[in-house]
């Protein structure tokens, strides 16, 4: 029903910056909360960000705080993340997911819908 296609990853050296899309499909993609999460082997998808369905409510887990920021642009069905600041321990597969519902959320069972996820790798 409504697909999601993240793009932006890739390798960057710690300090540096990256942006994250997330592309999605379908007409109804104002009417969904959004969401960031990422994810390395061994650990739990973790939440990282989220936005209300006008963008006008932004929520982000405390390590990302003041270096994460989430947008979103209703009129071409777009989410992003731009990351700077980047440390070794943002080194992730970042998966962008949309919650039917105004109310955002941090746990990853409130979403509807994934992405494919991108691979972000911060070096040294």
């Known amino acids: 029903q409504v697909q999601l296609v993240e793009s932006g990853g890739g390798l960057v050296q710690a300090g540096g910056s990256l942006r994250l899309s997330c592309a999605a499909s379908?007409?109804?993609?104002?009417?969904?909360?959004m969401g960031w999460f990422r994810q390395t082997p061994g650990k739990e998808r973790e939440f990282v960000a989220a936005?209300?369905?006008?963008?006008?409510?932004?929520y982000y887990t405390d390590s990302v705080k003041g270096r994460f920021t989430i947008s979103r642009d209703n009129a071409k069905n777009t989410v992003y993340l731009q990351m700077n600041s980047l440390k070794l321990e943002d080194t992730a597969v970042y998966y962008c997911?949309?919650?039917?519902?105004?109310?955002?959320?941090?746990?990853?069972?409130?979403?509807?819908?994934w992405g494919q996820g991108a691979q972000v790798t911060v070096s040294s």
């Open positions: 936005i209300s369905v006008s963008g006008g409510i932004t």
């Open positions: 379908g007409r109804t993609f104002s009417s969904y909360a």
């Open positions: 997911a949309a919650k039917t519902g105004s109310p955002i959320a941090a746990r990853s069972v409130l979403y509807n819908y």
